[in-house]
């Protein structure tokens, strides 16, 4: 073989190394710039969603918590309600001692707004924050309960109705989830509203 044959062969061999060094670094590369963005940013998400949930909360809870100092006026008398969150034990001893439940519901005269109307102005009165639960079913239907946020185990849902705790779950069933008698209409939850 020539020295010219040699110094071809040489070179090409050269070359076809680093082709496939290179093709092989630039695959790495990209498999290795891949997987360390998706990792990189679904760990960085949950982080900062939960980072970011934790400071919502505590500012918002700070800012709640300050509003609630409501100025009222009854009957011409100035004063101060300061509404707090109770813990869920305090819920309960208020709702055994609250009377609402023992209403008779009345369509077209007292009805579930009705009772959670009472049972949100009867814990406000006793400085307890109570919210209204609008719930709102296919068909332009609805029902209403009340919540608490308690300071032990968050958001409780109440059916002030019969004083006891129920969940909420989008698009199930109220009374199926509840373990109620079932509604005369389709009572699938699409949406709540919850208002404090």
């Known amino acids: 073989m ?12 050269l070359l076809a190394l680093v082709m496939v060094c290179g093709g ?5 590369y990209a498999y290795g710039y891949r997987v360390g963005q998706a990792t990189g940013y679904s760990q960085g998400y949950e982080w900062g969603r939960e980072k970011g949930y934790q400071t919502g909360y505590e500012s918002g809870y700070r800012t709640g918590h300050a509003e609630y100092k409501l100025a009222s006026q009854p009957l011409g008398v100035k ?20 009377a609402t439940n023992l209403r008779a519901y009345l369509e077209e005269d007292y009805v579930c707004v009705d009772f959670a109307a009472e049972v949100n102005n009867n814990a ?6 109570c919210a209204v639960v609008d719930i709102f079913y296919p068909e332009g239907y609805g029902h209403a309960i009340v919540a608490f946020d308690t300071a032990d185990r968050g958001l409780v849902f109440i059916e002030p109705q019969f004083d006891r705790e129920v ?15 079932p509604a005369p209409r389709d ?10």
């Not at 406000?124 to 924050?129: C, N, T």
């Not at 069933?173 to 509840?178: E, L, Q, T």
């Not at 699938?188 to 509203?193: G, L, S």
């Open 2 to 13: 020539e020295h010219g044959q040699k110094l071809a062969i040489a070179l090409g061999m």
């Open 124 to 129: 406000e009165e006793k400085g307890i924050r």
């Open 167 to 181: 969940r909420l779950e989008m698009g199930k069933s109220y009374s199926k989830i509840n373990g109620f008698t």
């Open 24 to 28: 092989s670094g630039f695959l790495g």
């Open 79 to 98: 004063g101060t309600i300061t509404l707090r969150n109770p813990t869920y034990q305090e819920v309960m001893k208020f709702l055994a001692d609250d």
């Open 187 to 196: 009572d699938t939850i699409v949406r709540y509203v919850v208002s404090w």
